[in-house]
Structure formats: C-alpha cells, structure tokens
C-alpha cells in the first residue's frame, strides 16, 4: 500500500464492524451514489497490517469553526487539521478515524488511473496530530467518535 494516497472504504467494512460513530460511506447526490467519504490512510505503529483512516470533508469552513472554538476553549485543535486535496480546501476528521486493514480499501485514482497523492506536509501534520490523539484516547479521553479501541481489537482478531 502507497503511503500518502487516499481510499474509499468498502461497505463490507460497515457491515464487519458495524459502529453508528462512523462517518457513512456513500450519499446519494442528484440521484447517484457516490463514494464518500474520501480517508487519508496511515500505517499503525504497532500492527503493520492495520492502517488508520482520517476522513476528509469539503466542509471546509463548517470544521473551520468547530476548530476555531475548540482553540478558543482549550487552546488548540487536533482532532481537526486542514489543507488542500485535488486545489481544494479539506478538513481532516481526525476525531472519526478509524482502524482498517487493506482488504477494505479502495484506491481513489484520477482518469489515468494514477493514484491520487497528497502533500508530504499535509500528510506529516494529520499523522502527527492523529498519533498525538491516539496516544490521548489511550489515557482514557473520549476524542475520538467511534469505538477505535474495539474495531482495532475485532480488526487483529480477523488477521
């Protein structure tokens, strides 16, 4: 698996692990199912078989504010980071991620059937804040919307 690329995830994975905090996997726009939402996928540091997914959103300045109070009230935000995909400015749910492993991806790939990269930066800064949540959620903080710890423990009982 590349790193830096971003997936779809199957519907399989809803159905294997079914947890209502998961951000859904398709919407019906204008009558047509289209995948969403789009993850940036990193490797556990533990597990390489499993991998962590950050969802992105187009929802650009909905999160923006979320973010914005969070700081206003805690000082900082990393549950929320933001860059560009595809010229585009994205929010990147750090607090819906989840836990995969490969047989549940989907690259998402452009008309050349090129995989589609992000920026290195973009990359490093959601990985570092992701893994700095993680290590919070570990202590026992409910920072994270799904059940991270439960889908982890099902994914490595499947491998």
Known sequence: MLDAQLYFLSDQYYIDFPDDKLMQNKDMIDGIR????????????????????VPISSRYEKYQKIAQSKIEKYGRCN???????????????????????????????DKNKVP???DDRIVEDVTKNARE????ARRGAKVIFPDVFKLYQELEKAL
């Open 79 to 109: 549950t929320i980071r933001f860059g560009t995909v595809l010229g585009r400015n994205a929010a990147f749910l750090i607090q819906n991620m989840c836990p995969v492993t490969e047989f549940y991806l989907t690259a998402y790939i």
């Open 34 to 53: 289209r995948s969403r939402p789009c993850f940036l996928a990193f490797p556990d540091s533990k597990n390489p078989l499993i991998y962590w997914l």
């Open 133 to 136: 949540v993680l290590a919070i």
């Open 116 to 118: 589609i990269r992000l």
